[in-house]
């Protein structure tokens, strides 16, 4: 068996961190990237090979590498708790990246802007989760606000809170939001019955709802779109 060749002495175009510098980072592959950000291998296998193998679990695909937990992490051969605390770090950088636009306060012109900015909070989690996104009179995003927390299954909005919350922010309309980690974007009875509620008690307080949106994964239903706000 032949002996495993040092990162150290690879030739000058297989480094990682060289290739970087003289060609820039665009011409990495995501395991030459995943390399430098992990750093260091071990005596086995270089962070190129532990790169490899944590792509390879994720099935080539980054987005699922995103959704790693510290535990499953772990279970990867040359991932220890400091590789796994830095590969989780830079997974929830990436998802601050994808959302850092909506601070300047969007126009929220359409469902597909709506989804496009909640998305990535959403479309992977293994759980329900139910939000309120809140404009202003000139469909402004003034906030977006996390409102409950639930099982695979469902979770429920609280009327109070949510108006409650609306008023403090001076919100002139809201849009509602949850998701559905099933992968099926298409409302249920409960999701109906939910947004009638929602939108009668919002009434009496001059808030119009403009939509209730749901998010599955990269796809999304919206009831405005659907003709169910009415």
Known sequence: MSKRVSIKNWSQDERPREKLLEKGASALSDAELLAIII???TKKESALDISRNLLQGAGSN?????????????KFSGVGPVKAVTIL??????KRLLVSETREMPFIKS????????????RDLSHEECWVMYLNRANRLISKERMSI????????????????????????????????SG???????????TRVLKEAASVFDIA???HIIIAGDSYYSFADEGLMG
């Open 150 to 181: 639930g099982g695979v299954s469902s979770t429920i909005m609280d009327v109070k809170i949510v108006m409650k919350s609306a008023l403090e922010k001076l919100a002139s309309s809201i849009i509602l939001v949850h998701n559905h980690p």
């Open 111 to 122: 469902s597909a802007n709506a989804a496009k900015i909640i998305g990535p909070y959403l």
């Open 184 to 194: 099926s974007a298409n409302p249920g009875e409960h999701d109906k019955h939910q």
């Open 89 to 94: 770090a830079l997974n929830e950088l990436l």
């Open 62 to 74: 980054l987005r699922e590498l995103t959704k790693f937990s510290f535990a499953k992490l772990n």
């Open 39 to 41: 750093s260091s291998g």
């Open 209 to 211: 709802i403009l939509d």
